[in-house]
């Protein structure tokens, strides 16, 4: 029997969690028996690998250093290409990933008539509130294109939920498949030796792009004002570095925060810290803390949309999030966004109670086995088969 080509469209594989999860996913993938998997690009960037098993194709020239402007003009010129490649190839099905490769992929449809589905992987009204022009044209276009499609893959239910109250997607036109983790790779990188030493009991660690929604700032502020002697790890980089950099030495922070940069292996240091902190106004579904859970750190998260809540609060319900102070969730601490006074709070419950800190870390290493990349890739297959299935019927 011929296989069936399924290509993952994505903007490229820089650096970014849906990046990330394109790669995980045709590791996984690249020698299945019914299937044929490759990778279309909009960029040709990477950061993050695929097997040489996968045939990879670029449709245009464009970097990360081209304006968002041009980026977004390109878009109906790379919908063509996309179109053409796919009657050129036989592509029988096209996942994408990230809003502006959804949008291609929703227009190449008028043309391809391809079968297809999206990933959401943002919560878009809270993403996409600040009246920026930038902002006006990504809802705009979520609104015009995403009721197109007849699947809407969303990495959490809060995604789903968002989609369907701001941008009126119908419920039935979405699932929810969850990002999947290699856990036992983690785990072995995890055991990594640190190039640096530290108190295992008395470190915090940060993984994030070091840019406004994620609000490290908050986090700087809060370990200032916590009074036990700790220190601080922040992996990443971005538009807030050097800001972030002369805040903590304007907090007294200088000796006790180390900026590590991008790492290829951040699960080396979560394995040597026993906290966690994610302090974002939104996400989609927080790669970086389930591989916290995974690394067995005591975690704590804004309550922010989407994916926190469903990652340490699974029974609560999907909408539901707190205003302020900390919520002492099953598996990690959820604290209100933009709360300085609940992290505080957070960090010394963590810190004053190490058997409970211990518990929570066993708690929430648990919960993360949930996520494991067999069962989240199977979800994938399952869902593949069953839209060809639909088209053919």
């Given at each position: 029997m011929?296989?069936?080509?399924?290509?993952?469209?994505i903007n490229?594989?820089?650096?970014?969690g849906?990046?990330?999860?394109?790669?995980?996913l045709?590791n996984?993938?690249k020698?299945?028996e019914?299937?044929?998997?490759?990778?279309?690009?909009?960029?040709?960037?990477?950061f993050?690998?695929?097997?040489?098993?996968?045939?990879t194709?670029?449709l245009?020239?464009?970097?990360w250093?081209d304006?968002?402007?041009?980026?977004?003009?390109?878009?109906?010129?790379?919908?063509y290409?996309?179109?053409k490649?796919?009657?050129d190839?036989e592509i029988?099905?096209?996942l994408s990933?990230?809003?502006?490769?959804?949008?291609?992929?929703v227009?190449?449809?008028?043309?391809?008539?391809?079968?297809?589905?999206?990933s959401?992987?943002?919560?878009a009204?809270t993403?996409?509130?600040?009246?920026s022009?930038s902002?006006?044209?990504?809802n705009f276009?979520?609104?015009?294109?995403?009721?197109?499609?007849?699947?809407?893959?969303?990495?959490s239910?809060?995604?789903?939920?968002?989609?369907?109250?701001?941008?009126?997607?119908?419920?039935?036109?979405q699932?929810?498949?969850?990002?999947?983790y290699?856990?036992?790779?983690?785990?072995?990188?995890?055991?990594?030796?640190l190039?640096?030493k530290t108190?295992?009991?008395?470190?915090?660690?940060?993984?994030?792009?070091?840019?406004?929604?994620?609000n490290?700032?908050?986090?700087l502020?809060?370990?200032?004002?916590?009074?036990?002697?700790?220190?601080?790890?922040?992996?990443?980089?971005?538009?807030q570095?050097?800001?972030?950099k002369?805040?903590?030495?304007?907090?007294?922070?200088?000796?006790?925060v180390?900026?590590?940069?991008?790492?290829?292996n951040?699960?080396?240091y979560?394995?040597?810290?026993?906290?966690?902190?994610?302090?974002?106004?939104?996400?989609?579904?927080?790669?970086?803390?389930?591989?916290?859970m995974?690394?067995?750190?005591?975690?704590?998260?804004?309550?922010?949309?989407?994916g926190p809540r469903?990652?340490?609060?699974?029974?609560?319900?999907?909408?539901?999030?707190?205003?302020?102070?900390?919520?002492?969730a099953?598996?990690?601490?959820?604290?209100?966004?933009?709360?300085?006074d609940?992290?505080?709070?957070?960090?010394?419950?963590?810190?004053q109670?190490?058997k409970?800190?211990?518990?929570?870390?066993?708690k929430?290493y648990?919960?993360a086995?949930?996520f494991?990349?067999?069962?989240?890739t199977?979800?994938?297959?399952?869902?593949?088969?069953?839209?060809?299935?639909?088209?053919?019927?």
């Amino acid at each position: 029997m011929k296989k069936k080509k399924v290509a993952f469209l994505i903007n490229s594989l820089g650096l970014g969690g849906a990046e990330r999860v394109v790669s995980i996913l045709l590791n996984a993938l690249k020698d299945h028996e019914g299937f044929s998997f490759e990778l279309i690009l909009l960029e040709d960037e990477h950061f993050y690998s695929v097997p040489k098993e996968i045939k990879t194709t670029v449709l245009s020239n464009l970097t990360w250093s081209d304006s968002a402007l041009k980026r977004t003009l390109y878009i109906p010129l790379l919908a063509y290409r996309l179109k053409k490649y796919i009657k050129d190839q036989e592509i029988d099905f096209v996942l994408s990933f990230i809003y502006r490769s959804d949008f291609v992929n929703v227009l190449a449809s008028f043309l391809a008539h391809h079968r297809y589905a999206l990933s959401n992987r943002v919560n878009a009204s809270t993403t996409y509130a600040d009246g920026s022009l930038s902002s006006k044209i990504n809802n705009f276009l979520i609104k015009t294109l995403y009721p197109k499609a007849p699947l809407i893959i969303n990495v959490s239910h809060g995604l789903k939920h968002d989609l369907s109250k701001h941008y009126h997607i119908p419920m039935e036109k979405q699932t929810v498949i969850y990002n999947p983790y290699e856990i036992k790779k983690i785990e072995k990188l995890a055991l990594e030796p640190l190039d640096f030493k530290t108190d295992k009991a008395k470190t915090i660690v940060v993984a994030s792009r070091l840019d406004p929604i994620k609000n490290i700032h908050i986090i700087l502020d809060a370990v200032a004002r916590v009074k036990e002697d700790v220190k601080l790890v922040i992996i990443g980089e971005g538009s807030q570095s050097d800001a972030l950099k002369r805040q903590a030495k304007e907090l007294g922070l200088a000796k006790n925060v180390t900026f590590t940069g991008l790492q290829d292996n951040p699960y080396k240091y979560m394995n040597n810290a026993s906290i966690y902190i994610s302090a974002s106004s939104s996400e989609g579904f927080p790669n970086a803390l389930v591989e916290a859970m995974i690394c067995q750190c005591a975690v704590i998260s804004t309550d922010c949309p989407s994916g926190p809540r469903e990652i340490l609060a699974p029974k609560s319900g999907y909408t539901f999030a707190i205003d302020e102070g900390v919520e002492y969730a099953p598996f990690g601490l959820l604290t209100a966004v933009g709360d300085r006074d609940a992290l505080v709070e957070a960090i010394t419950f963590y810190l004053q109670n190490p058997k409970e800190k211990e518990a929570y870390a066993q708690k929430g290493y648990q919960r993360a086995q949930t996520f494991d990349i067999t069962a989240v890739t199977q979800s994938y297959l399952n869902t593949i088969k069953k839209e060809l299935s639909a088209c053919v019927a």
